[in-house]
């Protein structure tokens, strides 16, 4: 390993710092082949980017990047079953997922089928009374409705209780998810998942309104095919359009922002920025969002009002915002889905609290190489958010459980990269631990009797530590180059923003900057440090360190005693009220 950036190997964080590139000469050889600084260079090659295939990175399409849709398996049968029924006007119904991945899979295939002329019935399942994923009673009430089709988005990859219902009844469903599956498929008149053992299309890091979209694609070239459109004297539905649903599902999923998915991301926050979506736009004016969406944005502004409805309210608000056209009933659900954001955001500093004294106890106890932290009452709709929290607060996977008046415990787990957290839950279905459960890499759910909860822990323990461990080793903090305040420009900013979008997979880049001093410090929001720095030069920078304010970093940037600093993290634009300026996100720091 190289030596470390600046000599940090213990920052205030108790991390070393490394340069994300090791070679540096393949990042010169793509500055000068492209035109650009040599740091811009860096960043690119950081990023697997070579000569051959700068072009086509910075400038992502879905004509380079998307593949044949019949890639995906499963993807004709149910391309033929939606066809015959659309052909014979069979009543179509969607059972979508709470969350915000569920709610743009869902809001897009209604969004679609209205283009044709089609109603869909969409049923959001409630989180606190139903839980995650199709159940034989709501199969029931969409057959007594009159649904003979059944499209799930999100989720039902593991449903075999609720499909095995739903045939019973000749309820034909068709499967759109993204979750890890058993070798065992549920049955149905096709499972379109690019992670099922079977699948071989490459479209593992899709998220589930990813192959949506490819499932619409391969529709919408059906219906072409065999004169659909030109026999009802319609035109195609704009499926370029809806990218903006598409981009801000991918983005919340928090799956990896390469290849097709950077392509659907680029593409739909273009669209996102058009406003076509009065249900986006509405959020976006509630949540003084004035400059055009970004990743951010979508991922920490947008993404969370979704959220809310389904974590403290009702589950079906996000959805329904995402398809309605009256500007009355659009208003009215976007200042609701903002109070339950408000709402969230207070049980969920409860929780936390809780969450992060228990998880110091247990690392005071034994060094474990993931947490698992329980609690009675605790609201089922923060616990993901909160295990994010911990997560990032300790360095180590963690599933936070919250505990029924009937002895069940729902939880949900966020990772660190390397440590597969969808297939050791995967594993522990298998094993015969847990109620249910699922997830991906990163992320995963599960349903488990409070009387195994020990035992699962010990079981996730011993799964989990090898990729742990690994996963330590490799730790530290990742620098793309040094810089000074002076050369922290807004014109440099934008020439980093073509390497975007950011987001998992494709990290933001991160800097250092040498030698700078605190001109003054002052504290905002809820512990947050806010400062001016200078470096060795004329050059100042406008700087903030989130939450930093009871540690180490956020006590050195208060000092005030002119002491210089090494300091690592993120630039932004800083578009308030129409500036164009530029902030530092500190994200760590040590003496110089």
């Not at 090791?22 to 740091?39: H, K, S």
């Not at 208060?558 to 308030?576: E, F, Y």
């Amino acid at each position: 390993m190289t030596a470390p950036v600046l000599g940090i190997s213990q920052s205030f964080k108790g991390q070393s710092w490394f340069y994300r590139l090791e070679n540096d000469q393949l990042g010169l050889q793509l500055a000068q082949r492209l035109g650009l600084p040599e740091v811009m260079g860096r960043v690119l090659a950081a990023r697997d980017v070579r000569p051959e295939t700068a072009e086509a990175y910075l400038d992502p399409s879905l004509k380079r990047s998307m593949q044949n849709p019949s890639s995906l398996k499963g993807l004709d049968a149910s391309v033929d079953r939606i066809y015959q029924a659309l052909l014979t006007e069979e009543p179509i119904a969607v059972f979508g997922d709470y969350d915000v991945d569920g709610a743009t899979s869902s809001a897009l295939l209604k969004r679609y089928f209205a283009a044709l002329g089609v109603d869909l019935r969409v049923y959001i399942p409630d989180r606190q009374r139903e839980g995650y994923g199709p159940n034989p009673q709501a199969m029931a009430l969409l057959h007594e409705e009159g649904a003979r089709v059944v499209i799930t988005v999100d989720c039902g990859a593991m449903a075999f209780e609720a499909l095995e219902a739903a045939q019973s009844l000749g309820l034909d469903v068709i499967v759109s998810d993204h979750h890890q599956m058993t070798h065992d498929i549920p049955p149905a008149v096709a499972v379109i998942n690019p992670n099922r053992p079977d699948d071989t299309s490459g479209l593992g890091q899709l998220a589930a309104v990813g192959v949506t979209f490819f499932l619409l694609a391969g529709l919408n070239r059906k219906l072409r095919e065999e004169g659909f459109f030109d026999a009802r004297g319609m035109g195609e539905p704009d499926l370029m359009s809806l990218l903006d649903l598409v981009a801000l599902g991918t983005i919340c999923d928090v799956v990896p922002l390469t290849g097709i998915n950077r392509a659907l991301v680029t593409q739909g926050l273009k669209v996102m920025k058009t406003r076509s979506n009065p249900g986006i736009a509405a959020l976006c004016d509630v949540a003084r969002v004035s400059e055009a969406p970004g990743t951010y944005h979508a991922g920490f502004v947008i993404g969370p009002r979704i959220n809310a409805g389904g974590r403290v309210g009702r589950s079906d608000l996000g959805t329904r915002l995402l398809t309605a056209s009256d500007p009355s009933e659009i208003q009215g659900l976007a200042f609701e889905l903002d109070h339950l954001n408000t709402e969230r955001r207070a049980i969920e500093a409860d929780v936390q609290a809780s969450a992060m004294g228990q998880a110091e106890q247990m690392l005071a106890a034994a060094d474990v190489p993931m947490l698992v932290v329980t609690g009675n009452g605790w609201h089922p709709g923060v616990i993901g958010i909160v295990a994010s929290r911990v997560k990032d607060q300790f360095g180590k996977p963690t599933f936070v459980l919250a505990v029924d008046e009937a002895g069940l415990a729902k939880g949900s787990g966020r990772s660190l990269p390397g440590v597969d957290l969808g297939a050791a839950v995967t594993d522990a279905v298998e094993a015969g631990l847990l109620v249910n459960g699922g997830g991906h890499k990163m992320a995963a759910g599960l349903t488990v009797e409070a009387t195994k909860i020990d035992e699962l822990r010990a079981f996730l323990c011993r799964a989990l530590e090898p990729q742990v461990n690994r996963a330590n080793a490799a730790r530290g903090l990742k620098l793309d180059a040094v810089l000074s305040p002076s050369g922290a420009t807004r014109e440099f900013v934008d020439l980093l923003s073509k390497a975007g979008p950011f987001g998992a997979g494709n990290p933001e880049p991160r800097f250092a900057l040498s030698g700078a001093q605190v001109l003054r410090a002052d504290i905002v929001g809820e512990n947050h440090v806010r400062c001016i720095l200078k470096g060795p030069g004329q050059g100042r920078l406008k700087a903030i360190a989130f939450r930093a304010l009871d540690d180490p970093l956020g006590a050195a940037l208060m000092a005030g005693d002119g002491r210089k600093l090494h300091l690592a993290g993120r630039l932004q634009g800083d578009n308030w009220q129409g500036r164009r300026d530029i902030q530092f996100v500190i994200e760590d720091g040590a003496w110089a």
